[in-house]
């Protein structure tokens, strides 16, 4: 199965349902279970702290009631599984 890492621009685009079209593709295909995506736990932090913060993202304002909804998803690991990465992982980041 093909994984892919998620930054913090394309999460938050994600959870603002703002994503451009070739990133909204892998999302679907993530949510029909055909590819996985890994989400670092700094990029949970960064999206956490720009929710708390209140910042618009891409024109729309997140609830924090979202908030459990990303624990939720991330808890499944159906869509989007929450990883450290190691060496290994940021070599695969660097060579996409």
Do not use: C
């Not at 930054?7 to 679907?28: I, S």
């Not at 993530?30 to 618009?56: H, M, N």
């Amino acid at each position: 199965m093909d994984l892919y890492i998620i930054d913090t621009v394309a999460f938050l685009a994600y959870l603002a349902d703002k994503l451009p079209g070739e990133a909204d593709k892998l999302f679907k295909k993530a949510e029909k279970k055909q590819i996985k995506l890994l989400l670092p736990s700094i990029v949970l932090g960064e999206s956490l702290y720009t929710i708390y913060k209140g910042r618009d993202i891409f024109g729309k304002s997140i609830s924090l009631e979202k908030v459990d909804l990303i624990f939720q998803i991330l808890k499944n690991k159906d869509v989007i599984e929450l990883v450290n990465l190691s060496l290994e992982g940021w070599q695969i980041f660097h060579g996409l």
